[in-house]
């Protein structure tokens, strides 16, 4: 587990935890920032934001926020959605979405 912000350009990740007060986590949820989404890392620029790719959207986060998104490089065998039985929906970022 690290920081949303040491991650390379064009890298895949999972969402594991934001650490930071109830507003922050509320602003990021509100954008489609939630545990257990998979996130793409669209642009790194030092000297601005980081452009990232959720659900289809691209959001651009500060380094500061970056720094408190928590994230696993691992994201083999990752389904998002929380079915129990059945098939799980596969959502990979923006890019095709498989139903099942």
């Known amino acids: 587990m690290l920081p949303l912000a040491m ?3 064009g890298e895949e990740v999972k969402l594991i935890n934001i ?6 986590r509320r602003r990021l949820a509100d954008l ?4 257990g989404m998979l ?4 642009r790194v ?6 452009i990232v790719a959720v659900k289809g959207s691209r959001i651009a ?5 970056a720094q408190k998104v928590m994230v696993d490089l691992n994201t083999e065998n990752t ?7 059945g098939r799980a929906h596969h959502n ?3 890019w095709k979405s498989k139903r099942w």
Do not use: T
């Open 19 to 24: 650490v930071g007060g109830r507003g922050m």
């Open 39 to 42: 996130i793409k890392v669209v």
């Open 79 to 85: 389904f998002i959605g929380s079915r129990r039985h």
């Open 7 to 9: 991650i390379a350009e």
């Open 92 to 94: 990979r970022v923006g």
């Open 61 to 65: 986060l500060g380094r500061g926020m």
């Open 45 to 50: 620029d030092p000297q601005g934001p980081m």
């Open 32 to 35: 489609g920032l939630n545990p």
